[in-house]
């Protein structure tokens, strides 16, 4: 149980990582921010994300985190109160950040929230079976 337990944290990690790239690392990481600034030059923000994770949930960045909050081997009182905690935080900031995307994108962003759900995916169909059978 322990190696599953650990696989998982693992894969939350793995998760955050790739969410983190489909983003913009440059972003994620604040070497865009760095770079201009060593650069004297204005940073150049990637376009809004909407491809890999981001396809499948608009804040793949912030489930990643809770889940590697969630998949430690070992717990603690601490870790319970900082995985609550944070979780709240990762289920309700986003909206914020959300606020800023409908006011920089507009119409684009409301078409790929409309689409795409916030933190659960939606649940695909099989493959040869619609929606209406």
């Given at each position: 149980?322990?190696?599953?337990?650990?696989?998982?944290?693992?894969?939350?990690?793995?998760?955050?990582?790739?969410?983190?790239?489909?983003?913009?690392?440059?972003?994620?990481?604040?070497?865009?921010?760095w770079m201009s600034l060593l650069g004297r030059i204005r940073p150049?923000?990637?376009?809004?994300?909407?491809?890999?994770?981001?396809?499948?949930?608009?804040?793949?960045?912030?489930?990643?985190?809770?889940?590697?909050?969630?998949?430690?081997?070992?717990?603690?009182?601490?870790?319970?109160?900082?995985?609550?905690?944070?979780?709240?935080?990762?289920?309700?900031?986003?909206?914020?950040?959300?606020?800023?995307?409908?006011?920089?994108?507009?119409?684009?962003?409301?078409?790929?929230?409309?689409?795409?759900?916030?933190?659960?995916?939606?649940?695909?169909?099989?493959?040869?079976?619609?929606?209406?059978?």
């Amino acid at each position: 149980m322990f190696w599953l337990i650990c696989s998982a944290y693992a894969a939350s990690w793995l998760l955050l990582i790739k969410a983190s790239f489909d983003a913009g690392a440059e972003v994620q990481s604040g070497a865009l921010g760095w770079m201009s600034l060593l650069g004297r030059i204005r940073p150049r923000f990637p376009d809004m994300p909407t491809l890999g994770l981001f396809r499948v949930i608009r804040q793949p960045i912030y489930v990643a985190f809770a889940l590697t909050l969630w998949t430690v081997p070992v717990w603690t009182p601490d870790q319970l109160a900082l995985a609550v905690s944070y979780t709240m935080y990762c289920l309700l900031a986003p909206r914020l950040k959300e606020r800023r995307f409908a006011a920089r994108y507009g119409e684009r962003f409301e078409r790929y929230r409309n689409t795409v759900p916030y933190v659960i995916p939606k649940a695909r169909p099989a493959p040869g079976h619609s929606d209406t059978e």
